[in-house]
């Protein structure tokens, strides 16, 4: 199950960049969203010259992945 409603809207690096920043808020302390904030600029400013749409889209499942992880994570219980 995807972290937020819309991951599977997900195409560009852009919207996916946006995503990620939203399920961010999830996140239950201020400590952890800056972190996984963090992470995720900087993760899209170096895969920002990715020309390779098959490349882009492999990284935007990942990380959507990641994400599902890092919130099932931090679920609260």
């Known amino acids: 199950m995807p972290p937020l409603p ?4 997900v ?3 852009l919207q996916l ?3 990620l920043l939203r399920c ?4 239950p302390s201020a400590s952890m969203q800056q972190h996984y ?3 995720a ?6 895969h920002g010259d990715e020309d390779d749409p098959q490349r882009i889209q492999q990284i935007i499942k990942r990380a959507i ?6 919130m099932d994570k931090y679920k609260k219980k």
Do not use: F, N
């Open 24 to 27: 961010c808020r999830q996140l």
């Open 11 to 13: 195409r560009t690096p």
């Open 65 to 70: 992945e990641d994400a599902d992880w890092i």
């Open 37 to 39: 904030k963090h992470a």
């Open 6 to 9: 819309g991951a599977e809207m």
């Open 41 to 46: 600029r900087q993760s899209y400013k170096v």
């Open 17 to 19: 960049y946006r995503y």
